[in-house]
């Protein structure tokens, strides 16, 4: 299976922050990469996927990279309402992993 | 709109039996694959078991193969999960996903979920 790796687990910051998370697949994915944002209580939100695609309606300030097995999710100005935890998923395989997650909190 | 809409989730005892479903509505059923994916309390998200769109190839987690299967009824547009010989470690929110496409390998996400259902294991 492919084991996909999250760095940080945590994060704490500010508003108006710019932060960067990132993936890390055992083997390489070429670009089969997706984010998601899951709030407490709440199912995940598809935010980015191929990688670098936005899903619609998510504000710009979101924006994916990488290929291959290294991948980063970049928020680029943290608002209130992006405090959440976070999760990348492989979909290169019939057999699907996600990331542990990475909980973004406010500084 | 697109909405999913899971049920079946409750109380059972370790090695019993539930069946979740997933209702669909406001998108072609068929031409997407299904997902189920879980959430123990307080832990990540971990996929459970896809299928496509005409309920042709399933695919399962290694920790739930064997014991869970995953069907769709297309006339009825309804998802399921069929799970047998529950353990505590199945404890969890159980979540019906519309992949983004027809496809399940070389795919691209899951963009619509469900609210959740919740299946707790204990005698």
């Known amino acids: 299976d492919i084991q996909m790796t999250q760095s940080p687990s945590s994060l704490s910051a500010s508003v108006g922050d710019r932060v960067t998370i990132t993936c890390r697949a055992s083997q390489s994915i070429s670009r089969y990469l997706n984010w998601y944002q899951q709030k407490p209580g709440k199912a995940p939100k598809l935010l980015i996927y191929a990688a670098s695609s936005f899903q619609s309606g998510v504000p710009s300030r979101f924006s994916g990279s990488g290929s291959g097995t290294d991948f980063t999710l970049t928020i680029s100005s943290l608002q209130p309402e992006d405090f959440a935890t976070y999760y990348c998923?492989?979909?290169?395989?019939?057999?699907?992993?996600f990331g542990q997650g990475t909980k973004l909190e406010i500084k | 709109e697109v909405q999913l809409l899971e049920s079946g989730g409750g109380l059972v005892q370790p090695g019993g039996s539930l069946r979740l479903s997933c209702a669909a509505s406001g998108f072609t059923f068929t031409s997407y694959a299904m997902t189920w994916v879980r959430q123990a309390p307080g832990k990540g998200l971990e996929w459970v078991s896809s299928?496509?769109?005409?309920?042709?190839?399933?695919y399962y987690a290694d920790s739930v193969k064997g014991r869970f299967t995953i069907s769709r009824d297309n006339s009825k547009n309804t998802l399921y999960l069929q799970m047998n010989s529950l353990r505590a470690e199945d404890t969890a929110v159980y979540y019906c996903?519309?992949?983004?496409?027809?496809?399940?390998?070389?795919?691209?996400?899951?963009?619509?979920w469900g609210q959740g259902t919740t299946v707790t294991v204990s005698s």
């Open positions: 299928i496509t769109g005409s309920g042709g190839s399933t």
């Open positions: 996903a519309k992949n983004l496409g027809g496809l399940i390998r070389f795919s691209y996400g899951m963009d619509v």
């Open positions: 998923q492989q979909s290169y395989s019939t057999l699907y992993t």
